[in-house]
C-alpha cells in the first residue's frame, strides 16, 4: 500500500457542488444510484464523523470502497478509523475496513472501472476495464482500496 499525497484529483465545482450533493441527497432518503451509499467515517483528528457519496462494489461475494481521486481525506480518515457506516435512507449499516494490498488491486479496479467508468474514468489516467494487467497494477498505488465487512450495531 503506497500513499502517495501528491496524486489526489480534487473534484470539480460542478461535482461538489452538483453531483455529489444530488447524489448524496438521493442516496440519504433511500434512493441508490448505481450502488451509491454515504460513508460516514470518524475524522482522524476531530473524531467528528466526515460524510461522503461513495459507489460500494460487491465482487466474488466480498464488497470494497474504491477511491478513484486518489489519497483523499476520507480514505486517510478509513486507515485511522479502521471502519465506518454506509447510510442508505435510514438504513445504517456499521463496517469494518482493511486496506487491500496494491498487488491485490487488480481485479478490483477492473470491475470498478467496468461499472462507472463513465463515473469516474477521467480520474484514472485513460486506464479502463479493458486495460492490461500491468496497466492496472501501475496505477493501483494511486487509488486506495478497501475491503469492508459488516460489523455488529455498535
Known amino acids: ?14 461535482t461538489v457542488n452538483v453531483m455529489n450533493r444530488a447524489v448524496a441527497w438521493l442516496t440519504r ?6 450502488g451509491s451509499r454515504v460513508l460516514a467515517v470518524r475524522g482522524r483528528k476531530s473524531g467528528a464523523w466526515r460524510t461522503t457519496p461513495v459507489n460500494v462494489l460487491a465482487l466474488d461475494g466480498a464488497r470494497y470502497l474504491v477511491a478513484p481521486r486518489g489519497h483523499v481525506q476520507w480514505t486517510r480518515n478509513m486507515r485511522a478509523a479502521g471502519g465506518g457506516e454506509l447510510h442508505l435512507g435510514k438504513h445504517v449499516e456499521p463496517f469494518t475496513a482493511a486496506e487491500v494490498d496494491d498487488d491485490a488491486k487488480t ?9 462507472w467508468k463513465a463515473e469516474v474514468g477521467v480520474f484514472f489516467g485513460g486506464v479502463g476495464p479493458d486495460s492490461t494487467d500491468e496497466e492496472l497494477r501501475a496505477i493501483a498505488p494511486k487509488h486506495p482500496v478497501f475491503r469492508i465487512t459488516s460489523a455488529p450495531n455498535a
Open 29 to 34: 432518503r433511500g434512493i441508490s444510484v448505481w
Open 107 to 115: 481485479e478490483v479496479l477492473r470491475a470498478y472501472l467496468k461499472r
Open 1 to 14: 500500500m503506497s500513499a502517495d499525497p501528491a496524486h489526489v484529483i480534487k473534484p470539480g465545482w460542478f
